[in-house]
């Protein structure tokens, strides 16, 4: 979190590249960060988005004693999406609905600038919880109302139940929160269970999704579809990483802008991303689609288009690179060379 006053402190990732000279993507890489004694992030650990204490940053090079941070907690103190959730008493997940309240909405800091990431004062969230109806400050829908809920509250209201009872029966969830136990609450839970499942393989590789989901607490007749979901999520987020890696690569070589990949569903199973190449490259962006591999798009705005089932093949569109996932010096050689790539797919 960052403390109460220490607003002006903070450096993101990409300031500390600065800092030290290298490129963001140079800097992803090599990790100093993660050397000996290098001072801890003051984001919370499960952050996509780091942030460092620039006070402490300088003591640790200039090799100076790393100056202590406030660890008492502070109305004033400004809390991340699971800092926020943790104070308010449910799921990260949960907080994505909540966050939309006025009553919260209104007060969110982006850290740290325009375009940064949000963040809520203590104040604010210990007001909104206190405000919260239900079982006294903080409670909720009681059990067995039968009150339909929206959509897009779903599936952060099981989790809620999930975090209290990891046991919990599909009956049970079908009752407190009004919804049908076909699929709704069988998909829900399947789906929350298997991410967890995933988070904990991913924390301790020695584990098979079918060990975490004991070490979980789930019930035996939820595993195997449980473990499914997370080999899947695993699979994705191995896909996610190594459409990153290339990203970086692309944009140290300058040949792309720096982005953080973001994937795209097409269907039931595959995936795709884009990564916007910088003015003056051959294409405006690369498309990675999971059956088809690194091809160059027509449009900047949207560089995926629509899912026709079959692979695009239109002026202006190169297949690059040999198979699914090949390195990016093989993707930076053939942007160089437009003699290189295909029509049609070569995966």
């Not at 607003?7 to 800097?27: C, E, H, K």
């Not at 690059?320 to 993707?331: D, F, K, N, Q, T």
């Amino acid at each position: 979190m960052i403390r109460a006053g220490r607003l002006q402190y903070v450096q993101t990732m990409a300031d500390l590249a600065a800092q030290q000279g290298v490129s963001l993507g140079t800097f992803r890489n090599k990790k100093p960060y993660a050397q000996e004694g290098y001072p801890a992030p003051i984001s919370s650990p499960t952050s996509r988005a780091l942030l460092w204490d620039s006070e402490q940053i300088a003591a640790f090079h200039a090799g100076e004693p790393i100056p202590a941070l406030p660890e008492l907690d502070d109305d004033e103190d400004l809390l991340d999406r699971h800092e926020a959730a943790a104070e308010l008493g449910v799921a990260p997940a949960s907080w994505n609905k909540y966050k939309s309240d006025p009553k919260l909405a209104e007060h969110v800091v982006l850290v740290p600038g325009q375009d940064g990431t949000e963040h809520w004062p203590r104040h604010v969230v210990r007001a909104y919880k206190a405000s919260r109806p239900g079982r006294g400050a903080g409670g909720g829908r009681r059990t067995g109302s039968g009150d339909m809920i929206p959509r897009d509250e779903t599936l952060p209201r099981i989790a809620e139940l999930l975090d209290d009872n990891p046991a919990i029966t599909l009956t049970e969830v079908a009752d407190t929160l009004g919804i049908t136990k076909f699929p709704t609450a069988q998909a829900g839970l399947a789906l929350l269970r298997g991410r967890r499942i995933a988070d904990l393989v991913e924390a301790e590789p020695g584990l098979t999704p079918i060990d975490a989901a004991e070490r979980l607490g789930y019930p035996t007749i939820t595993h195997r579809g449980a473990a499914t979901i997370a080999e899947a999520e695993l699979r994705a987020r191995g896909t996610r990483l190594y459409l990153q890696q290339v990203a970086d690569a692309l944009a140290e070589a300058g040949v792309a802008e720096s982005v953080q990949v973001a994937t795209r569903r097409l269907d039931d199973e595959h995936l795709a991303a884009a990564v916007p190449l910088a003015i003056g490259q051959s294409a405006p962006a690369l498309v990675w689609d999971e059956r088809y591999g690194w091809r160059t798009a027509t449009s900047r705005r949207h560089p995926i288009g629509k899912d026709t089932g079959a692979a695009p093949e239109r002026e202006g569109i190169r297949y690059i690179g040999h198979g699914i996932h090949p390195e990016s010096a093989e993707l930076l050689e053939a942007l160089a060379d437009g003699r290189k790539g295909t029509k049609r797919p070569n995966a």
